[in-house]
């Protein structure tokens, strides 16, 4: 939570890229209790899941996310 210049309160959110536990698939999240994963549908307590990159900007984190996948597939196949 910031203060804008005209002194009204801004929520900030936080982008989390996490990885589902049981399907292994990557997504970005900005809940903070519980996640729902959008490829095999478990829910999952957020304390429990490894958060791979954290950033304020969506964009940002679209990018990180991008990247870790891109160096995941260059692992499987070398």
């Known amino acids: 939570m910031c203060k804008s210049e005209a002194g009204s309160t801004i929520f900030m ?13 990557l997504q970005i999240t900005t809940s903070k209790k519980s996640m729902k994963c ?13 958060v791979f990159y954290n950033s304020s900007s969506h964009k940002d984190a679209l990018k990180a996310l991008y990247q870790i996948r891109e160096e995941k597939a260059i692992k499987i196949f070398f």
């Not at 959110?13 to 292994?24: A, D, H, L, Q, S």
């Not at 959008?38 to 490894?50: A, D, E, P, Q, V």
């Open 13 to 25: 959110r936080e982008f989390m890229i996490v990885g589902c536990p049981i399907c292994k698939n």
């Open 38 to 50: 959008k490829y095999c549908g478990r829910i999952t307590n957020m304390n429990k899941l490894k």
